[in-house]
């Protein structure tokens, strides 16, 4: 079966930097990507890393170990905005069957 | 620059009614899914769609049925809605000719309620 493993809530304050684990499970892995949402939105693509490494946008990283079966989210300079839930998301295969973590609800205080 | 469209946001109907969610997109992406998100689930996968006249299941199939007839439309029908499928159902696109095909766009939701 496939599974992703996640904290489920994190609490940060404004201007910290903050790491959000992601260890995953699933049979035809196809990279791993990081989606935004906020409370009552829509998921907002982040992040994709198909190779070991780190992905750099802005105040967000990204970075994958296929040999750990783990990656993690980095957030730098925490704004109030970025309060919102995020999930690690595997591809499975190259048909874009995605499967979602359950989401890290990410609680930035002033 | 409409992007991702669903109709209607809100719906409530009762249990043993058909019901349609519309996703319309204007960036002409290939790709297109349907998610159903529910509160200890995160997103699920229902239906995806590689092009017109494609689809296939997801992880959550089973109740649902998918059409695509046009590029740009990929409704959802509840064949007979039942309590379980109360939910926030998300329709998106991904081009892989643009990006991955993991990039994917959501859009703003459905909320449905079945009693």
């Known amino acids: 079966g496939q599974s992703l493993e996640q904290p489920s809530e994190v609490t940060a304050v404004e201007g910290a930097i903050v790491q959000i684990n992601c260890t995953y499970q699933?049979?035809?892995?196809?990279?791993l990507s990081w989606y935004q949402q906020h409370d009552g939105g829509a998921p907002t693509f982040l992040s994709y890393n198909a190779l070991d490494g780190l992905e750099e946008t802005g105040r967000f990283s990204s970075f994958l170990s296929r040999s750990d079966s783990y990656g993690y989210l980095l957030l730098q300079e925490l704004q109030m905005k970025d309060s919102a839930s995020y999930f690690c998301?595997?591809?499975?295969?190259?048909?874009?069957?995605?499967?979602f973590g359950k989401g890290t609800k990410l609680s930035v205080k002033p | 620059d409409a992007g991702i469209t669903q109709s209607p946001r809100y719906k409530i109907t009762e249990t043993g009614r058909q019901v349609t969610l519309m996703c319309h997109q204007t960036?002409?992406?290939?790709?297109m899914f349907w998610y159903r998100q529910d509160l200890g689930h995160g997103l699920r996968l229902i239906y995806y769609s590689a092009a017109a006249d494609i689809t296939d299941k997801g992880e959550v199939p089973d109740g649902y049925v998918v059409s695509r007839s046009k590029t740009e439309n990929f409704p959802l029908t509840l064949e007979s809605a039942t309590r379980s499928q109360t939910s926030v159902y998300f329709c998106?696109?991904?081009?892989?000719?643009?990006?991955?095909?993991?990039?994917?766009?959501f859009g703003p939701g459905t909320r449905l309620t079945v009693t």
């Open positions: 998106a696109s991904s081009d892989p000719l643009q990006g991955a095909v993991y990039e994917q766009y």
């Open positions: 960036w002409s992406h290939s790709y």
């Open positions: 699933t049979s035809g892995f196809y990279g």
């Open positions: 998301v595997c591809g499975k295969g190259s048909q874009g069957n995605l499967i």
